[in-house]
């Protein structure tokens, strides 16, 4: 007598004929698993809030995906000092009440794609000098929310308007002491 398993039939005396299962016949890893000693796939970052905020800036690794929540909360992705390993980065955002502020510097390229529901979805849309320039995609929806993507000032331009406030300070003190 015959009994059915995956991949076959089997015949009833032997071991997986006799209820070891049909797992027990099948040598091949299930479908769907990685093979023994594979390198997992680079895993998504999630940045969530919820009636809190969420901050992710610094020198950091910015992953292929990143998924930005923010439920009644904030979330900010700085890009500016990140480490791009991928030429192209994927920001999906969902705002719900809250607020997902995304900047990357001005020598990267930004695209979004979105859509707000009674909310607001703005992405300043830049194209780096370089066309082998990493690119940043922020995709997403925002309900009640606000998600937005642009640029961040250089430090060139941060240093001189440093300088200038520095001497408006200086100039309104001397006014101010006489």
Do not use: C, M
Not at 165 to 171: A, F, G, I, Y
């Amino acid at each position: 007598e015959q009994r059915r398993v995956r991949g076959g039939t089997v015949p009833e005396g032997t071991a997986a004929g006799r209820g070891a299962g049909p797992h027990r016949a099948q040598r091949e890893p299930a479908p769907g698993r990685p093979a023994p000693g594979a390198i997992p796939a680079d895993p998504d970052d999630n940045v969530v809030a919820v009636f809190s905020s969420a901050v992710r800036k610094g020198r950091w690794r910015a992953g292929r995906r990143i998924h930005a929540y923010a439920i009644f909360g904030s979330v900010e992705i700085d890009l500016s000092e990140a480490l791009f390993e991928y030429q192209q980065v994927v920001i999906r955002a969902i705002s719900v009440f809250g607020n997902v502020e995304v900047r990357v510097p001005e020598n990267v390229s930004l695209r979004g794609a979105g859509g707000g529901v009674l909310g607001n979805f703005e992405v300043d849309h830049l194209d780096a000098e370089d066309p082998q320039a990493p690119v940043v995609h922020v995709d997403g929806w925002a309900v009640l929310g606000n998600i937005e993507g642009r640029p961040k000032r250089g430090k060139v331009v941060a240093d001189i308007l440093d300088r200038v406030q520095r001497k408006v300070d200086k100039s309104l003190r001397k006014h101010l002491d006489r």
